[in-house]
């Protein structure tokens, strides 16, 4: 049954990736949007990826062609077309590679804690509950800071995958796997392939 309140849905979607890489499934956004808007009369999902970059791609894919990369990338706005079309707003920023001096190589970086801190209290008027679709424990603050303007949080990631002091933090935990049947389709589709490329 829809309830009167306003959520907006902060998806921190490479939180998610390496879960459902592991479990071999993938989200259908246009499932998933409808999920939350059988349930609220007002809802508003920012979708928040990383871009490929040339450099990052090519370093990553030693034998990849420039042509290759163009090819990613056309799949990739592809998907963000498809993204857009089921409702949801994207933000992306190119993905940069750090190198890790414990295991000696680069790592794919493209963090949106900024962005998402940003965009939830920015639009703290515009909703009654905000619904965070990550386990990263760098929203604690985040967390406590909304509950304190007498707003609930939801969390919505997978157990395995949480920080528990974030958890701990929010009113309400809901672990990504129970609703797999709701809009996660087995299969890892080419948005996960086009993830591994990227993140």
Known sequence: ??????????????????????????????????????????????????????AHYLAKHGKSSINDFGDAIQRKKKIFEWIRSCGLTIVQKPVTSVYDRTSARYISKCNFDVEITIRAIDKLSEYDEPILCSGDGDFINLVKYIKG???????????????????????????????????????????????????
């Open 1 to 54: 049954m829809k309830d009167a309140s306003r959520v907006l849905v902060l998806v921190d979607y490479s939180n998610w990736h390496y879960y459902l890489k592991e479990a071999n499934r993938r989200i259908d956004w246009s499932r998933f949007a409808e999920y939350f808007q059988v349930r609220h009369s007002q809802v508003q999902i920012i979708y928040f990826e990383g871009m490929i970059t040339k």
């Open 149 to 199: 303007k007498y707003r609930r949080v939801t969390i919505i990631s997978p157990p395995d995958r949480t920080n528990d002091n974030l958890r701990k933090s929010a009113n309400r935990f809901v672990s990504l796997a129970k609703l797999k049947d709701h809009f996660i389709s087995s299969g890892r589709g080419e948005q996960l392939d086009l993830m591994s490329q990227g993140n």
